[in-house]
Structures are given as C-alpha cells and as structure tokens.
Nanobody, 124 residues
Framework: VQLQASGGGSVQAGDSLRLSCAAS???????MGWFRQAPGKAREFVSC????????NYADSVKGRFTISRDNAKNTVYLQMHSLKPEDAAVYYC???????????????????WGPGTQVTVSS
C-alpha cells in the first residue's frame, strides 16, 4: 500500500479544510491514522480509524472540530477539519497499518506505512 495525502493549503482561522489520503491498495483492512508535525515540535497524533470503521479516536485538541472518515470504494480516508486555529498549522501525515478490526493506534510507532505530508497553514 502506498499513501498520498492531499488537500492542505493556507486558510484563515475559523476556516475548514478536508484532507484526503489516497491508498494504492485496499484500506478496508488497515487501520488509518492522521498525525501532524509543526516546526520545532514532535510529531503528534491527530486521529485514527479502525479497519472496521467502528472505532475513531481523536486528540483532545481536535475533538469536536475534526472528523475522520473513509470511502472504501475510493480507497481514501478523509480528515475534515473545521474551525481551524493557528495552532493546527503543521504538516499532516497519513499512516496505515494492518490491525485488529476494532482498534486503531494513537501512537506513530503503531503504523508501518506513511505517506508524504501535506502542509496546512492557518493564519490568525
């Protein structure tokens, strides 16, 4: 499986963006995660989705504003981001790993497959 994230851009605080992570293979059997890394900071967990789609986890900082979803027919996972804040600015990465049906990891070492990131810039 190869991953390609897209959808980043430069927006104003309060705006929305939808990131996409297209997979070359079938994502239905993979847990999918979104992570982000701001300049000078460690990579941090944002959200993840279990293979079954039944489990979704979010970082506290994005709960209520971000939504993760998948379209199995398109082999694509999305991260819908609303009410963006300047502190959301980062390079966003999607990741995948074969996993347990109802589980997804909130740690980056829980994922073997990573795609190149997409930049999100939020100005105040």
């Amino acid at each position: 499986v190869q991953l390609q994230a897209s959808g980043g851009g430069s927006v104003q605080a309060g705006d929305s963006l939808r990131l996409s992570c297209a997979a070359s293979g079938r994502t239905i059997t993979y847990s999918m995660g979104w992570f982000r890394q701001a300049p000078g900071k460690a990579r941090e967990f944002v959200s993840c989705l279990s293979p079954s789609g039944l489990t979704k986890n979010y970082a506290d900082s994005v709960k209520g504003r971000f939504t993760i979803s998948r379209d199995n027919a398109k082999n694509t996972v999305y991260l819908q981001m609303h009410s963006l804040k300047p502190e959301d600015a980062a390079v966003y990465y999607c990741a995948a790993d074969g996993g347990v049906s109802g589980y997804c990891s909130t740690y980056d070492n829980g994922y073997l497959l990573w795609g190149p990131g997409t930049q999100v810039t939020v100005s105040s």
